[in-house]
């Protein structure tokens, strides 16, 4: 029986994934991310899926990040009715995110059209809150290690120690003549020994891996994420500056402040007032919370109580209402607000206010994608566009290091050779060329496995 993958997002960049894998009678879809940085890529999302939205007969996500999850609306939209398997604690985040990122793209769109600075008119979202719901309704939820059947595929859903929820999955694709082709998708595979998350799960036998790579082409270092947020952090807090972090809602939001409350409980940090300008780090820091009490994940959780995520100082801000009480605030003071890579939310209103003073500070902790303005702050650009307009930035910009929920080149290696026997083949996926071809390379040195790193809509046949 014929079987192929195609790679429809999540080959050559690191978002959009989105990896439909097909027999002569049956499709399933892996994954179904929004592309986000360069335009060319944001463009794509407003082009057809690159195959039949009623193709696949099930979509099966990894975790709920944007990039994996964020399409959805959009393809229910072109008319997908199938049903959506994933984790039951990525189905409660996806749902927090999915009505976030439909929010966001009403209120842009909106505001370009208040302001007068979108190319389009009427300026529209991609999809709105009510799409995004009806794609929710084709959510079901199986739990870690159960064994599944989506229509002629039978699936299980591994743990990958990314954020809460995510897993790695198991697919076995059937051949005919009882034989199946068993494919592993990493999705985004996550850190050893980190605080918050537990450790992903090994490797089981495989064919074929399709493996993430974001960060395939370097280490994320030993140093102290505690020490680096004071060395960085302190010298603005104590000239009365504020201190502006991009961060993601999910995971991110949570980890920075996880290491503030340590930072300043030890006596190594001020005790400034923080600011979490998100509803959706919010809501999640509540599902974190909860599921880190139950069962769900594994008590071994290094450095981290329930319920004790946050220092005492720390303000939400829910209603735009709070988020607008922020500009009126001196320093010193922490603005942690969303997105991680500034490509939309409050973090831009922040932006905007915040670069062009020289006593603030931007400090991302993140990965940032070629074509955000993250990108663009970390390669030191004078200017970033914001709502149409050109920003000077003035305000130094850092980086804090070992924060990242990916792991590094080593740790995925340390993951790929934690099976019993090599996957005969490794298709490298989420990251861009260089990062890609750097891990192909580190991996040909150390496992017996056919490397491939394809192309955005490339088909790849199964053996």
């Known amino acids: 029986m014929t079987a192929r993958i195609e790679f429809h997002g999540g080959a050559g960049t690191v978002t959009g994934s989105r990896f439909l894998v097909s027999t002569r009678d049956d499709a399933i879809l892996v994954d179904c991310g929004l592309f986000q940085g360069l335009k060319e890529l944001r463009l794509r999302n407003w082009q057809g899926p690159g195959f039949d939205p009623q193709a696949p007969r099930a979509i099966i996500l990894t975790h709920a990040h944007i990039d994996h999850t964020g399409y959805l609306p959009r393809l229910v939209q072109l008319g997908y009715r199938g049903p959506i398997y994933t984790t039951p604690a990525t189905a409660e985040m996806t749902r927090i995110l999915l009505l976030d990122a439909a929010e966001i793209q009403e209120e842009d ?60 999955v198991q697919l076995e694709v059937p051949m005919g003549e009882d034989r199946a082709h068993r494919i592993v998708f990493s999705g985004d595979l996550g850190r050893y020994h980190q605080p918050i998350h537990t450790d ?64 300043i409980e030890t006596g190594r940090f001020p005790d400034v007032p923080i600011h979490i300008d998100s509803p959706m780090a919010n809501d999640v820091t509540g599902l974190y919370n909860r599921y880190l009490e139950s ?22 801000h829910r209603t735009i209402e709070d988020s607008k009480k922020l500009n009126n605030l001196p320093g010193p003071r922490i603005i942690i607000a ?30 940032q994608a070629a074509g955000t303005r993250g990108r663009a702050l970390l390669e030191g650009a004078p200017t970033v566009r914001v709502f149409g307009i050109d920003v000077d930035v003035r305000a130094r910009v850092t980086c804090i290091h070992g924060l990242s929920a990916h792991a590094d080149r080593d740790e995925l290696i340390r993951w790929v050779e934690s099976a019993h026997e090599p996957p005969k083949r490794i298709v490298l996926v989420h990251g861009e060329p260089p990062a890609a071809e750097s891990l192909a390379a580190a991996l040909r040195a150390r496992v017996l496995s056919d490397l491939v790193v394809p192309a955005l809509g490339q088909s790849l046949a199964l053996a």
């Open 109 to 168: 769109a909106a505001f370009a059209n208040r302001k007068g600075f979108s190319k389009h008119h009427p300026a529209l979202p991609l999809y709105t809150v009510k799409d995004a719901l009806r794609a929710l309704q084709y959510i079901r939820t199986r739990p870690y290690g159960e064994r599944f059947d989506a229509g002629t595929f039978r699936v299980t859903f591994r743990n990958a120690g990314h954020i809460l929820g995510s897993a790695f």
């Open 200 to 263: 992903p799960a090994p490797l089981p036998p495989c064919d074929t891996l399709v493996l993430e790579s974001t960060y395939g082409d370097r280490s994320h270092g030993h140093q102290s994420v505690i020490t680096q947020l004071r060395d960085e952090l302190l010298p603005t807090l104590e000239r009365g500056g504020t201190v502006l972090v991009p961060a993601f809602a999910v995971a991110r939001a949570q980890l920075v402040t996880h290491h503030l409350r340590i930072a």
């Open 295 to 316: 069962e769900y994940l594994d008590r071994d959780i290094p450095h981290t109580a329930p319920g004790a995520l946050f220092p005492r100082n720390v303000r939400f």
């Open 338 to 367: 969303a997105s991680g890579m500034l490509t939309g939310g409050r973090v831009l209103h922040h932006l905007q206010r915040l670069a062009p003073d020289p006593r603030n500070l931007i400090c991302l902790v993140g990965y």
